[in-house]
């Protein structure tokens, strides 16, 4: 599962990022949607870890 995921994003990472480059002329906005993407991931996870129980630092 975890390989589907990130080859979705491997085929539509590089067309966004070519076209906010092409609209910017820049590659600021690009970096700030990666950054904001992974933040965003980052709390999905913590979050999934902290409501499946057993506290944030537990193994299951």
Not at 16 to 36: C, M, N, P, R, W
Not at 47 to 53: H, T, V
Request: overall charge positive; charged content about 10%.
């Amino acid at each position: 599962m975890g390989m589907g995921v990130v080859s979705f994003t491997a085929l539509i990472g590089p067309p966004i990022s070519g076209a906010l480059v092409t609209k910017y002329s820049s590659f600021e906005q690009d970096h700030g949607l990666s950054g904001t993407f992974a933040v965003a991931g980052a709390l999905v996870l913590l979050l999934a870890k902290r409501f499946k129980g057993g506290g944030m630092f537990s193994k299951h």
